[in-house]
Structures are given as C-alpha cells and as structure tokens.
C-alpha cells in the first residue's frame, strides 16, 4: 500500500532470485557479486586520492590484459590533451570510421592503462579505429575540466574526419561525457557525429530517477552521490552539460542507441532519455538485458555478445550519414 508522497511505497524484504534462464557465466557473476564500499567526506582531498588510486588499482587488474591485445596502441597530444589512438590489427588502413569514445570510472577514476584497454575492447567491439579520450578528472580538476577535454580532443578529430565518419560514445560516466559533448558541440556550432552510443549512461548526476531507489541494493556499484559532487565542483548538478537528460534535444542530436539491464542503477537514466529523444523527433534505439547490473555481467557471457552485435550494426548503419 502507497503511503503519503513524502514516504513513498513500502515494500518487505525479500529475496531476489537469480533467473534460471540466464547463461551459467551470467548466473555466476551476479551470485558473488559485492557493494564497492563508501566514499571519503567531500573535503577529505587525501582520503579521495587514496580511494581513487586503490579503485583505478582494481580497475587495472580487472581490465587491463596480462597479454597483448592484437591492437595497435599510439598516444595523441591535441592542445595539451592526452588520448589513446587504437588501431585493429588487419583494419585496411584506409578505413575513415572513427569511434570516439570517453571512459567510465564515475567521472573520478578509470584514465591511463584503464582507459586504454578499455578503449582496446571497444575497438574489438565496433571493429574500427578508436580515440579514447584520457580527460582530467577531480579532486584536482572538477567540472568543467573533463568536458572542455573531450571537447578539445573532438574539434581535433573534426580537423581529420567528415563528421559523417565519426560516432561518438562512451559508458557509464563515459555515457555522461559524450551526451554532455554533443549539447555542447552543438551549443558552439560544431558539426554533429554520424551517431552516439550511450552503455549504461550516468546522465543525471541529481539522481532523480525510479531505478536509483528500485534498483538500490540490487545493483552492487552503489551510490554515486558524492563523486558526482566532488566531480561538480559546486555547480548546479541539474545543469544539462553536467546531466545530459535535462538537455533541450529538439536543437538538434544525431541518432542514439541506449543500453541498459532490468538490475541497472541507472535504468531510469537510460529509458528516460530514450524517451526524451524519442519525444524530439530523435532516432533512438533502447537495449535492456534481462537482469544485467551496472556494468552488464562482467564481460564475456552470451547475454553481452548478443549485445555487442547490436552495437556492431548501429556503428555500421550510422556511419556515413551526419
């Protein structure tokens, strides 16, 4: 029974079963799978920089490979900004499709040697060429650093490529960062990418949506409040570059895909900006898998590769045709 509006529904507690029907490898990670723990206080500077050397830490060991990944690897420098140029081995070097993609790490965590094998399995995945943007990030560098990076890196790119040649993408707070640099290469009447691809996107720092209480929990990434805070610097975390989902998208947006999972912390995130840009006349494509938590199932089960494929065709579909 709902009661009043300040409370809200409340509900028992219960346990939540693992659905049968999902692969064994899925089945598997969403079985052990744990809360990552609090955060530092806001001002706690020092506290931050230890979390966030021990988080990229197990971040590297999870995603960086003990073996080289058949992928060629080269470092760009565009106005001080530092990115990861991946080139697929067997790729005909005359190819122009470029992936430009921006990391997750919850805008706090995730650059270096993580950002690029991340950047090395999203080549993997889209079977192009990727430029994968290692942006500043907080406690030393808050809002607008991150953004102004991946803008610079993009005017960059616009110098090589027709706009019809890139598509631009990232997940999670990556997801963030890419709608964010759409609103406002738009905003400064720069050319729009071929498409955009969102994974699991961070879009509203204020967290407004119905998934950040369902889903609290469930999802094991836990709450994000107080790196979207630090990440913000003081400014308003309902601005649209900060949450793209309060954008204007009727001025112009390139064709989007979404994914999200039914256990996803930021579900409401993803169905709600599909929604929005579908409400503006956007050509939008929503992905949810069943069950699938922040981040999917770890990487490597069926359930991600079925997924995968779909991301495969959206970049091929789009290509071409800003």
């Given at each position: 029974m709902a009661d009043d509006?300040?409370?809200?529904?409340?509900?028992?507690?219960?346990?939540?079963?693992?659905?049968?029907?999902?692969?064994?490898?899925?089945?598997?990670?969403?079985?052990?799978?744990?809360?990552?723990?609090?955060?530092?206080?806001?001002?706690?500077?020092?506290?931050?920089?230890?979390?966030?050397?021990?988080?990229?830490?197990?971040?590297?060991?999870?995603?960086?490979?003990?073996?080289p990944v058949p992928c060629a690897a080269t470092e760009r420098n565009d106005g001080g900004v530092l990115s990861y140029d991946l080139m697929p081995e067997g790729l005909d070097p005359g190819d122009r499709r470029l992936f430009y993609d921006m990391h997750g790490g919850a805008l706090v965590m995730g650059g270096g040697e993580v950002c690029k094998a991340r950047a090395q399995g999203m080549a993997a995945k889209v079977g192009a060429r990727v430029v994968s943007v290692d942006y500043r990030m907080p406690p030393d560098h808050p809002y607008p650093a991150s953004l102004d990076d991946c803008l610079t890196v993009y005017r960059a790119l616009l110098n090589e490529r027709d706009p019809a040649e890139i598509i631009v993408g990232g997940g999670s707070a990556g997801g963030n960062l890419a709608a964010a640099l759409i609103?406002?290469?738009?905003?400064?009447?720069?050319?729009?990418?071929?498409?955009?691809?969102?994974?699991?996107?961070?879009?509203?720092?204020?967290?407004?949506?119905?998934?950040?209480?369902?889903?609290?929990?469930?999802?094991?990434?836990?709450?994000?409040?107080?790196?979207?805070l630090l990440y913000a610097g003081g400014a308003d975390l309902a601005d649209p570059y900060l949450s793209p989902l309060f954008g204007d998208f009727t001025k112009g947006f390139p064709p989007t895909l979404l994914t999200s999972g039914t256990r996803d912390l930021f579900l409401s995130n993803t169905v709600r900006m599909h929604r929005a840009l579908r409400d503006a006349g956007i050509d939008a494509e929503l992905h949810v898998l069943e069950a699938a938590v922040h981040g999917n199932f770890g990487g490597g089960t069926p359930e991600e590769s079925s997924l995968d494929r779909d991301v495969r065709l959206f970049c091929k579909a789009h290509w071409g045709k800003a």
């Open positions: 509006e300040n409370t809200g529904l409340r509900v028992p507690e219960r346990t939540i079963p693992i659905p049968a029907h999902l692969s064994p490898a899925a089945r598997g990670f969403l079985s052990v799978h744990g809360s990552p723990g609090g955060w530092p206080a806001l001002g706690d500077v020092a506290g931050w920089k230890a979390r966030l050397a021990a988080m990229d830490a197990m971040m590297t060991e999870r995603f960086v490979p003990k073996t609103l406002r290469a738009r905003d400064e009447g720069l050319p729009l990418p071929a498409g955009l691809v969102l994974l699991s996107p961070e879009l509203d720092l204020t967290e407004s949506g119905d998934t950040f209480h369902t889903n609290a929990g469930i999802d094991p990434m836990g709450t994000l409040m107080l790196p979207n």
